[in-house]
């Protein structure tokens, strides 16, 4: 049967037979493997070069199968062991990032010198502390220093153990200042007899993070004081932006904060008197003498001269105010309404705005309320104007998808896939039976032959078309 319509078949429906059997079979390949095909899991993520090949090692001694991805930085191994083999491998002691903690003394050797088991407690010490540095979320890989000086009977007390800590920060991500000396506390508190000031920080571009032990102050002065100054006008500026949002809408309103703090240490010694007898003014007698003395000889009795002498004493009270850097000085604020509005209204919300920010007009502080219309025409009305003011992202906005998530979504995607590729066999399988169908169905009736019998039957049949029109002139004609 096939080879009856194969024979049939000119060069190009052959060709165009041929093709489509192809494309079946390689559809319905595709879609084979697609669905049988091994489901692989994400084991571990984001590694380094020495610590995928720490973990490839431990997987090969396992004899877990695995793949690499992503430059060797991504281990993936079948969906339905990755969680055993994620335990099974964190359960063991493998040194990952480069580093041992103290379960480098779990096979000591009991014949260890004093200078090995040294050298080895310092190398735990330093892993222990680099392993607590790396559970902060911005610190992509870290590592620990630590200069210990030797201690003995005859070696002289004098020099200071001291510490450094190199950090890779993640992409686009800083440490704080509290951080950093939070770092510096943490080393402090874990390593006997060093002080935080001693513990160097620095980050993978060589940028010191940390201030140096001993140095004139005026730089980290002015540095600690700009960083008060921008809490403090972060922490004003989103007090009132709260309130002015709430109350005009988000992007009406445009507010700005300006704090001037105090840079220098004041101390101020004020002494008062204080009088015990409000009356007189006097104060207290603390010491009385009389002293009598003759002037001469008298007939009827004794001529002498006494002197009294009283000392007084007031109360005195002293007070010593000291008054350290970084107190407010003044405060400045500027509200800009797109909204117009009038004199009561711009009262009430100055009122507002002072109430808000903790103006003390006694100690200068100023403030600026105006509307668009009240400005004039000019660069800066048309930079307020074209300026958008972007409202915070709520909690819950954009929120990147869970890694639970992730494998649910991973099926649903095969099964889309997996129903494309048999829709597309199912559309090619049909239009090739129409094809065939089309090709095959017109040969077959036009090249029919005619047998012996419906030959003669057809030749008489036309004979007599022939005569019937003679035989009716025939009949006219009588």
Same mark, same amino acid.
């Given at each position: 049967?096939?080879s009856?319509l194969?024979n049939?078949?000119?060069s190009?429906a /052959?060709a165009?037979?041929v093709?489509?059997?192809?494309a079946v079979?390689?559809?319905?390949s595709?879609l084979?493997?697609?669905?049988?095909?091994?489901?692989n899991?994400?084991?571990?993520?984001?590694?380094?070069a +020495?610590?995928?090949s720490?973990m490839?090692a431990?997987?090969d001694?396992?004899k877990?199968p695995? +793949?690499?991805?992503q430059d060797?930085?991504?281990?993936?191994v079948?969906?339905?062991t990755v969680? *055993?083999?994620?335990?099974?491998v964190?359960?063991?002691?493998?040194p990952?990032?480069?580093?041992?903690?103290?379960e480098l003394?779990?096979?000591?050797?009991?014949?260890?010198?004093?200078?090995?088991?040294?050298?080895?407690?310092?190398?735990?010490?330093q892993?222990e502390?680099?392993r607590?540095?790396?559970a902060?979320d911005?610190?992509?890989?870290?590592?620990?220093h630590?200069a210990l000086?030797?201690?003995?009977l005859f070696i002289?007390?004098g020099a200071?153990? *001291?510490?450094s800590?190199?950090l890779?920060l993640?992409?686009?991500?800083?440490?704080?200042?509290?951080?950093?000396r939070?770092?510096?506390?943490?080393v402090?508190?874990?390593?006997?007899?060093v002080?935080a000031?001693d513990v160097?920080?620095i980050d993978?571009h060589g940028?010191?993070l940390?201030?140096?032990s001993?140095l004139?102050?005026n730089?980290?002065?002015?540095?600690?004081?700009?960083?008060?100054?921008?809490?403090?006008?972060?922490?004003l500026g989103? *007090?009132?932006?709260?309130v002015l949002?709430?109350?005009?809408g988000?992007?009406?309103?445009?507010?700005s904060v300006?704090?001037?703090?105090?840079?220098k240490v004041i101390?101020?010694?004020?002494?008062d008197?204080?009088?015990?007898?409000?009356?007189r003014?006097?104060?207290?007698i603390v010491?009385? /003498?009389?002293?009598?003395?003759p002037?001469?000889?008298?007939?009827?009795g004794?001529?002498?001269t006494t002197?009294s002498?009283?000392?007084?004493?007031?109360? /005195?009270?002293v007070? +010593?105010?000291?008054?350290?850097?970084g107190?407010t000085?003044r405060i400045?604020?500027?509200v800009?309404?797109?909204a117009?509005?009038?004199e009561?209204?711009q009262a009430?919300l *100055?009122?507002?705005?002072?109430?808000?920010?903790?103006?003390v007009?006694?100690?200068?502080?100023?403030i600026?309320?105006?509307?668009?219309a009240?400005?004039?025409a000019?660069?800066?009305?048309?930079?307020?104007?074209?300026t958008?003011i972007?409202?915070?992202?709520?909690p819950?906005?954009?929120?990147?998808?869970?890694?639970?998530?992730q494998?649910?979504?991973? /099926?649903m995607?095969d099964?889309i896939?997996s129903?494309?590729?048999?829709?597309?066999?199912?559309?090619?399988?049909?239009?090739?039976?129409g094809?065939?169908?089309q090709?095959?169905?017109?040969?077959?009736?036009?090249?029919?032959?005619?047998?012996d019998?419906?030959r003669?039957?057809?030749?008489?049949?036309?004979?007599a078309?022939l005569?019937e029109p003679?035989?009716?002139?025939?009949e006219?004609?009588r």
């Amino acid at each position: 049967m096939f080879s009856q319509l194969w024979n049939k078949l000119d060069s190009k429906a /052959r060709a165009g037979l041929v093709t489509a059997v192809l494309a079946v079979i390689i559809l319905t390949s595709a879609l084979a493997w697609w669905v049988f095909r091994q489901d692989n899991r994400v084991l571990f993520a984001g590694l380094s070069a +020495q610590d995928a090949s720490a973990m490839v090692a431990e997987l090969d001694r396992m004899k877990v199968p695995y +793949q690499l991805d992503q430059d060797g930085g991504t281990i993936l191994v079948a969906a339905d062991t990755v969680h *055993k083999t994620r335990l099974q491998v964190l359960g063991k002691d493998i040194p990952l990032h480069g580093t041992v903690g103290f379960e480098l003394f779990n096979n000591s050797d009991f014949g260890m010198t004093e200078f090995a088991q040294k050298v080895n407690y310092q190398r735990a010490l330093q892993g222990e502390i680099t392993r607590t540095i790396l559970a902060i979320d911005v610190i992509q890989s870290a590592r620990v220093h630590l200069a210990l000086p030797e201690q003995g009977l005859f070696i002289r007390a004098g020099a200071q153990p *001291k510490a450094s800590v190199t950090l890779t920060l993640k992409p686009d991500r800083q440490l704080s200042a509290e951080q950093v000396r939070g770092i510096q506390r943490l080393v402090s508190a874990s390593v006997a007899e060093v002080r935080a000031e001693d513990v160097t920080v620095i980050d993978q571009h060589g940028v010191a993070l940390s201030r140096a032990s001993g140095l004139a102050t005026n730089d980290a002065f002015s540095s600690d004081m700009l960083d008060r100054k921008r809490a403090v006008e972060s922490y004003l500026g989103r *007090k009132l932006d709260s309130v002015l949002e709430r109350s005009f809408g988000a992007g009406k309103v445009v507010a700005s904060v300006d704090v001037e703090l105090n840079d220098k240490v004041i101390k101020q010694t004020t002494e008062d008197m204080l009088p015990t007898d409000k009356e007189r003014g006097t104060g207290v007698i603390v010491r009385e /003498r009389q002293t009598s003395r003759p002037t001469g000889a008298a007939e009827h009795g004794k001529d002498e001269t006494t002197q009294s002498e009283f000392d007084y004493q007031i109360g /005195r009270r002293v007070e +010593q105010t000291e008054r350290n850097p970084g107190g407010t000085e003044r405060i400045s604020v500027a509200v800009v309404l797109r909204a117009p509005m009038n004199e009561d209204e711009q009262a009430r919300l *100055k009122d507002i705005v002072a109430n808000t920010v903790g103006l003390v007009p006694s100690r200068g502080d100023g403030i600026a309320v105006y509307s668009m219309a009240q400005l004039a025409a000019g660069n800066v009305a048309a930079a307020l104007v074209d300026t958008p003011i972007a409202p915070e992202p709520t909690p819950g906005e954009a929120t990147p998808m869970a890694v639970s998530e992730q494998p649910a979504v991973n /099926r649903m995607t095969d099964w889309i896939i997996s129903g494309a590729l048999l829709l597309g066999l199912m559309v090619v399988g049909l239009l090739m039976l129409g094809f065939l169908r089309q090709r095959y169905a017109t040969p077959l009736v036009a090249k029919r032959t005619l047998s012996d019998a419906e030959r003669e039957q057809a030749l008489h049949q036309v004979q007599a078309w022939l005569n019937e029109p003679s035989i009716a002139a025939e009949e006219h004609t009588r």
